[in-house]
């Protein structure tokens, strides 16, 4: 078929229509646009962190013109363009239904990090990915949702690993002009200004926009030349520099935030604060209320009207803490802002207001300023009512109020391509089926309306249950996309070796296909390297261990990524033993570690690996959502039963390590841990996956994958978790 080739205005108007999708971070869960970037610059999209932007600054506009006027090429581009129209245009959506009283005054996020794609590097872990996928969800349901951070410009830090298997960081400048994001104006043109109080000087900010698909996110920013250097540099690293910038940075986050949304013109019905980062935005909402008249009582109550907080973490440094000198020094004006007494402030960040060697706790502000709280799990919604109990002294433990709701993934932006072509394909078939019998004989839900929106079926739990039924998908198809996803993982781990290696020894002795089994049962475990997370417990049994993977007819091999603090030498010592043991031990060629985990290097990992292991020190981690991720490629977790695991599991969808319960001591939590994780893999994992029928099939392994679709897939993600903020706290009770 000839298709019409295209006039000179229907082409500029189609480079224009791209040039915007390039600038929404739509693009980053549209598989259909990445593939169109992917094809304009190969080379470019690979090197360039896969940047729509770069890409498109890297294709003259000469050459985009010449490249649309294949015209096969152009109306692929066009159904991007429409698909994203037609995105940002629907009418009927969850969010106009049940929340329309936030398209006009919306949710104002407060986060310290988003993470959305690894072309914009400003999260360090999982809060800031959780932060991203909210806003994602937030758009695809279409809750009015605005969200503040800062722009880093060096972002997080980049890790490399040197001759000494020791970690070491480095930054690379962002450059905003690169990337999807663009000045915020004000009425005149003029990038937008505004001003925030710390410690004797007004330092000035301005903010970026980040779209994310029908939602604001903006990013503040104070490296302007107003600003004494030193001021400049609070939005230069995530979590950058020692307690007195991060205080500092946590004024700008909170205070500069709301400033932000009153020059704009956003009148936020709820500010959430994602963490206690966030939550110097309780003390500049006070400031406005007292400002206009209202008592301090009064202030305070209208305040936490406003006010929804999350707390993330049960691990004691992971809450904030400030002494009142610091305090005093960063923050001089704000008790005479609130008219009351530099204690009396210190008082609402401390457990005990009265104790005045009681430094000020961010996650107690937080805490006395929201009319709800929560968890991100059922575990660490009870954990973290235990933690606060002493601020409620009068409460029975089981009533401090502080909920839960479980964390998700967004389930576009993390499902691999390969997948999502399968389920696609199976979408295919299914309708062409459906049309040849007429239609009568398919009870697949989605059979009366084929067609162009199937990724959002995708989502639906529905679709998930139906995997369980064989008819629906055989073994030998899911089987396929399995050994596809690892044989992927295994390419790219290969090739991101090849390098790491050329940057330490200047030559390559890795022998490319020597290099990890693409039929052996591969175990996956990325995360930070936070010391609780312990990630070498599985090699506490060494002998074991390597015995495992030198099995010939069962082989296993590990796959690590993660990143330490760069202040957390007990975290580089984890890793450097992990690298010891893949380049010295009997483990060499069955254990890798992958440098500079990132978002890019987690979906790689999540997808093509057969087991996610998570082995967390108990109840530290508080919901934990790399595994989520991994469900939807059907990798199955092993996981101790902490954060989601605890209720994710049902006995028939993963394995669990241990019991629903931990010893006290550490030593003792190790020891036992070390030895169920063995035997959870010698007693279950390794029998099951290596139990092939007369096909060479796995067919007990098939059935666990199956499990994992329908029970975890629809319920461990953003859609679901942002529908449970909307209807349990965004909306006050009683509507
Ligand atoms: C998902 C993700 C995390 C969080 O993983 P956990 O399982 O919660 O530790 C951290 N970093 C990156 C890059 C991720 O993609």
Not at 346 to 365: A, I, K, S, W
Request: with cysteine; glycine share 8%; charged share 25%.
């Amino acid at each position: 078929m000839t298709q019409k080739r295209l006039k000179p205005d229907e082409i500029k108007d189609l480079a224009a229509r791209l040039n915007k999708v390039a600038g929404n971070l739509w693009w980053t869960w549209d598989e259909e646009a990445q593939e169109i970037f992917h094809e304009l610059s190969p080379r470019g999209w690979q090197n360039l962190f896969h940047n729509a932007v770069a890409v498109l600054h890297e294709v003259s506009n000469y050459e985009l013109s010449v490249r649309l006027q294949d015209s096969a090429f152009a109306s692929r581009v066009r159904r991007v363009v429409d698909a994203f129209d037609r995105y940002l245009a629907a009418k009927d959506t969850w969010g106009g239904k049940h929340a329309p009283k936030f398209l006009k005054n919306p949710v104002a996020y407060f986060t310290a990090e988003f993470g959305f794609h690894e072309t914009l590097p400003i999260a360090a872990g999982g809060l800031g990915i959780l932060a991203g996928d909210h806003a994602k969800s937030a758009s695809d349901l279409n809750l009015g949702f605005v969200g503040i951070s800062l722009f880093y410009r060096e972002g997080y830090f980049q890790q490399a690993i040197d001759h000494n298997n020791w970690q070491t960081e480095y930054y690379s400048l962002l450059n905003p002009a690169n990337l999807p994001m663009e000045p915020v104006h004000d009425a005149n043109g003029q990038p937008i200004k505004c001003k925030v109080h710390i410690a004797s000087s007004e330092v000035a900010f301005t903010a970026w926009r980040v779209n994310v698909g029908r939602n604001p996110v903006y990013l503040l920013d104070t490296n302007l030349p107003e600003n004494e250097p030193h001021y400049r540099d609070l939005t230069l690293r995530v979590y950058g520099g020692d307690t007195s910038t991060r205080i500092m940075q946590e004024i700008l986050l909170g205070v500069g935030g709301v400033r932000l949304m009153r020059t704009l013109g956003i009148a936020p019905a709820v500010f959430h604060m994602n963490e206690g980062h966030a939550a110097f935005l309780t003390f500049e909402l006070m400031r406005e209320k007292i400002e206009s008249g209202k008592s301090l009582a009064e202030a305070e109550e209208a305040t936490r009207k406003e006010c929804i907080f999350t707390t993330h973490t049960p691990v004691e440094a992971g809450h904030d803490r400030f002494s009142k000198d610091l305090m005093d020094f960063t923050a001089p004006k704000l008790a005479e802002q609130l008219k009351i007494s530099r204690e009396q402030l210190m008082g609402y960040g401390r457990v005990h207001p009265q104790d005045g060697n009681e430094p000020f706790c961010m996650t107690v502000l937080a805490l006395k300023l929201s009319r709800a709280a929560n968890g991100v799990s059922e575990l660490h919604g009870r954990v973290s009512r235990h933690m606060w109990h002493s601020l409620y002294p009068d409460l029975p433990v089981e009533k401090v109020p502080i909920g839960h709701i479980t964390n998700g993934v967004h389930l576009l932006g993390w499902m691999k391509g390969p997948v999502r072509k399968f389920w696609r394909r199976r979408f295919a078939d299914e309708i062409s089926r459906a049309k040849s019998s007429g239609g009568g004989e398919s009870t697949r839900f989605w059979k009366k309306d084929p067609g162009s929106d199937w990724e959002k079926r995708l989502i639906s739990p529905e679709f998930w249950q139906q995997i369980e039924d064989p008819s629906f998908v055989s073994d030998e198809e899911l089987w396929a996309l399995r050994y596809t996803l690892r044989r992927e993982m295994i390419e790219f781990c290969r090739r991101r070796l090849l390098l790491q290696q050329q940057r330490v020894t200047q030559r390559d002795f890795i022998i490319f296909d020597h290099l990890l089994n693409p039929d052996a049962l591969t175990i996956g475990f990325a995360r930070r390297f936070a010391t609780y997370k312990r990630a070498p417990l599985v090699f506490q049994r060494l002998d074991d261990i390597v015995g495992l993977c030198r099995d010939q007819s069962r082989p296993v091999q590990f796959v690590f990524a993660g990143k330490a603090h760069p202040r957390d030498d007990e975290g580089k010592r984890f890793i450097q033993k992990i690298i010891h043991l893949s380049k010295y031990s009997d483990l060499a060629g069955h254990l890798v570690f992958i440098e500079n985990y990132d978002i890019h290097v987690a979906r790689q990992m999540v997808s093509g690996c057969d087991v996610w292991m998570n082995n967390p020190r108990r109840p530290l981690e508080a919901s934990g959502t790399s595994g989520m991720k991994a469900s939807c490629h059907g990798c199955v977790n092993m996981s101790i039963l902490d954060g989601w695991w605890r209720e994710g599991y049902d006995g028939t969808n993963g394995f669990a390590v241990g019991e629903d319960s931990q010893p006290d001591s550490v030593e003792e939590q190790d020891r036992v841990d070390s030895d169920n994780l063995y035997h959870t893999l010698t007693d279950q994992v390794i029998p099951t996956f290596f139990d092939r029928d007369a096909q060479g099939i796995p067919r007990r392994w098939i059935k666990i994958i199956r499990r994992v679709m329908a029970t975890l897939v629809p319920q461990f993600t953003t859609d679901r978790m942002v529908k449970e903020y909307t209807e349990n706290y965004y909306l006050p009770k009683g509507k």
